[in-house]
């Protein structure tokens, strides 16, 4: 199934699979999960939880000659998954506090990622939600290729890659029809794999998301990979 445009953006977390809304198809009848549990599950998320498997390549041009082509592509993979992880993060714990530190430390400010990332949050904020991993957590990022954009500055690059995922939406505690305990919004959590090509720009920071997640998107339902190309 193809989804096109910002129905399958932002991070393509559980966001991908249900869009933020307060239309509260949350199943009073699943099992409730503790709020006080997800510090803990945060952690685990920003340090283990992406699976990686690296067959980059860089398209349009060889790196600086003091870097090897598989040095460049390691280096601007690791900082691709570290933008990653910290965005799971913001969508696993949503807050309003130093917000616009929190996303500029994954995207240039003022640009098309950062307003997106920060209405996002914004809008699980207002709806009472976030995001949880699921149990089995079958999430995994596969970096398929790098793309230059700017030889031979070689600071603008095209990311294109796979995300297994079946993360689920919640309610979290304070909104949720049970009391004291999150519950899944209805439809989220089911397994589905996503390819995506986003674009990062290597600023004095380091590397930064900036254009729109993504413009287009194709997501393969009930799949744990993406086709190959």
């Known amino acids: 199934m193809r989804r096109w445009g ?72 690791a900082a691709f998954l570290a933008l990653e992880d910290k965005a799971l993060a913001l969508l696993m714990n949503p807050t309003g506090s130093d917000l616009d530190a929190a996303v500029a430390d994954i995207a240039v400010p003022g640009s098309p990622y950062a307003e997106e990332t920060s209405e996002r949050i914004q809008e699980l904020i207002a709806n009472g939600q976030l995001v949880r991993l699921n149990d089995p957590n079958l999430r995994s990022v596969t970096v398929e290729e790098i793309e230059i954009l700017d030889p031979p500055n070689n600071t603008h690059v095209n990311i294109t890659y796979c995300l297994v995922g079946n993360e689920l939406l919640m309610k979290s505690a304070a909104s949720s029809p049970i009391p004291g305990s999150s519950i899944p919004v209805g439809g989220t959590g089911e397994l589905a794999a996503t390819r995506f090509t986003l674009d990062l720009v290597l600023t004095p920071a380091g590397w930064r998301h900036s254009g729109s997640p993504s413009d287009a998107s194709t997501t393969y339902e009930g799949a744990d990979a993406c086709p190959p190309q």
């Open 6 to 77: 910002a129905s399958a953006a932002f991070v393509a977390v559980a966001l991908a699979v249900a869009a933020c809304s307060d239309d509260d198809t949350a199943d009073p009848t699943a099992v409730a999960t503790t709020e006080s549990t997800a510090p803990a599950e945060t952690s685990e998320a920003t340090t283990s939880t992406t699976e990686v498997t690296t067959t980059s390549s860089s398209t349009a041009t060889a790196p600086p000659p003091t870097t090897s082509v598989g040095q460049f592509d390691a280096e601007v993979t």
